[in-house]
């Protein structure tokens, strides 16, 4: 079914519970109108009187208001009534398979600080495990870290010659990084350092204890410092596995491959599986090294068998750089050959690469140096607002909002589209930016605060009729829609767009629907109004990976 055709029926499933008629009467009266983020209103109206020509509404009384004051009413109590659930309950979800979702995004490689490429798989990953949480799944989180390989035989040489225990204590990686620079200078023009890299990593293959040990050393300062860098961006891993965890497996894929007659060995001796559908190898992916040594692809051939023995998943989404396009559609290919079936449920998302980010020393290596950027300018932009609330710890929020920044920048077009990073754009505070989303919510907490949410007690529906208001409650209505939206494809620019389209309408709201000086009952139904926007914007915000701030 087309997606037009599931918002009109989503909003006529609402329509016909409140008035009590059927859908199909209402679908008619449904007009799709196309509007920007400026226009500040909704996606689709309702024609009232196309509902009184078809005998659906009676004819006596204000009817525009009468509809309008009941959805009011509807959407509002939902709202009170579902909370953080508001929106994924839908009926349009009704469909919707839950079950074990695998996802796997971020992985970096071990023994280096964390480079700021990595910055969107993370934040990307960490929107997709949200979402498909948010509707019920169990989701688990895997960090695949790249764990393995002769870089490993180089640095663990490397640390044998230049390395100091003392120096690694104090600052790990950027010691092991030192070490990395030097014995890589050095093995230019010594071939001794060369062979000794080899050896140190045939040590760690025989699964020698003095090389096993210091890799491991190497791999558990990694993963202590990285879970730094995480916890500063909100997000958290159920596995940290690598391909170091599946390297007697990696052999044991080949010996199936064997089995089957999927392996093929070239004049050069490497082992390959055709993939061409004419078996004229014009297509085909090599597993094995002449040498015998697994590849990448044939150890992530043994960690999606080891997944899916462990987890039996449901579905498994792999996030990375489009670069690796043709390596997950090989991967998915073999799999399937291999007699796999759920490869089918496999999906990988890619995205595209970030030009031009810099900081004031220069071109950006690390993410920690984005972070550290991101926080300094918010700060700096805070203290000289003149809307700035005082705060018992300024640097956390300039952090919160400076991360947010940062992932509404990266999710507001195509994933899969490079774009170029803009300091001064990203942290503005006006404008569809991270930071005017978190004003926006800010803003509303600072008045419910102050004047309570309005939920307490009934309120008066029929006096939420200004054009204001009722733009934002039927803005609110699509809430599922944008989810369903972002569920089919695990594209965050949808519920941007929503939520900022939605702080553009608070905004105004907030200006023209004062609650301080208004009858109580005109206070009581804008505070109910705020309060479930408020409600919207926080759930949203977090399905993203933003932490909403309270003051700011």
């Not at 490993?152 to 990084?177: D, R, S, T, V």
């Not at 699964?207 to 210091?214: D, K, R, S, T, Y």
């Not at 594209?491 to 941007?496: A, R």
């Amino acid at each position: 079914m087309h997606m037009a055709c599931y918002f009109r029926r989503s909003i006529a499933s609402k329509l016909s519970r409140a008035l009590g008629r059927s859908e199909d009467a209402f679908i008619p009266a449904l007009c799709a109108i196309p509007v920007s983020k400026k226009q500040q209103s909704p996606d689709f109206r309702l024609s009232v009187n196309t509902l009184l020509r078809n005998g659906i509404l009676p004819t006596n009384g204000n009817l525009q208001a009468q509809t309008e004051a009941l959805a009011s009413q509807k959407v509002l109590e939902q709202l009170c009534q579902e909370r953080h659930k508001f929106g994924v309950k839908s009926e349009l979800f009704d469909g919707l398979k839950k079950g074990t979702t695998v996802v796997e995004f971020s992985s970096p490689n071990i023994a280096k600080k964390f480079h700021a490429g990595h910055l969107r798989s993370t934040i990307i990953g960490n929107f997709i495990a949200n979402l498909k949480e948010s509707f019920g799944n169990h989701v688990i989180r895997v960090n695949y870290l790249g764990d393995w390989g002769m870089q490993f035989g180089l640095l663990g040489a490397g640390f044998q010659l230049f390395g100091c225990q003392e120096k690694l204590k104090n600052n790990p990686l950027q010691h092991l990084f030192d070490v990395y620079v030097q014995v890589n200078k050095e093995a230019e023009n010594n071939e001794v350092i060369g062979q000794a890299a080899r050896e140190f990593f045939r040590q760690l293959e025989q699964q020698e204890p003095q090389a096993l040990l210091l890799w491991k050393q190497f791999r558990e300062i990694t993963v202590e410092e990285y879970q730094q860098v995480y916890k500063r961006l909100g997000v958290h891993f159920d596995v940290y596995s690598g391909e170091s965890f599946h390297q007697q497996q990696a052999q044991e894929v080949v010996q199936q491959l064997q089995r089957r007659g999927l392996l093929k060995t070239t004049e050069k001796g490497t082992g390959v599986v055709d993939l061409s559908s004419a078996g004229d190898m014009s297509s085909y992916s090599t597993v094995l090294r002449s040498d015998g040594t697994s590849l990448y692809i044939t150890r992530d051939l043994a960690a999606a068998i080891d997944r899916k023995e462990r987890y039996n998943f449901d579905e498994m989404i792999y996030v990375t750089d489009k670069s690796q396009g043709i390596h997950f559609q090989q991967l998915f290919q073999i799999l399937l050959a291999m007699g796999h079936s759920w490869a089918e449920r496999c999906q990988h998302v890619p995205f595209g690469l970030v030009q031009g980010m810099k900081t004031r020393l220069g071109e950006v290596v690390f993410l920690e140096d984005v972070l550290d950027e991101a926080r300094a300018r918010m700060l700096r932009n805070m203290s000289q607002s003149k809307t700035t609330k005082e705060m018992v710890y300024p640097e956390d929020t300039a952090e919160k909002v400076g991360i947010s920044a940062l992932i509404v920048q990266d999710f507001k077009g195509p994933l899969g589209s490079d774009y170029k990073f803009d300091w001064d754009r990203i942290l503005q505070a006006q404008g569809d930016t991270g930071v005017f989303l978190q004003y926006t919510h800010a803003r509303l907490r600072s008045l419910i605060h102050r004047y309570g949410d309005g939920e307490e007690g009934a309120f008066d529906p029929s006096l939420l009729l200004d054009q204001r208001s009722i733009s934002i409650l039927q803005h609110l209505l699509r809430y599922d829609e944008v989810l369903y939206q972002s569920v089919q494809d695990l594209q965050p620019k949808h519920l941007v767009n929503f939520l900022m389209t939605l702080s553009h309408l608070a905004a105004s709201a907030h200006r023209e629907l004062p609650v301080k000086g208004s009858p109580q009952a005109v206070a009581q139904a804008r505070l109910r109004l705020f309060g479930g926007v408020c409600t919207v914007l926080a759930n949203g915000m977090k399905i993203l990976g933003i932490t909403p701030v309270e003051k700011m």
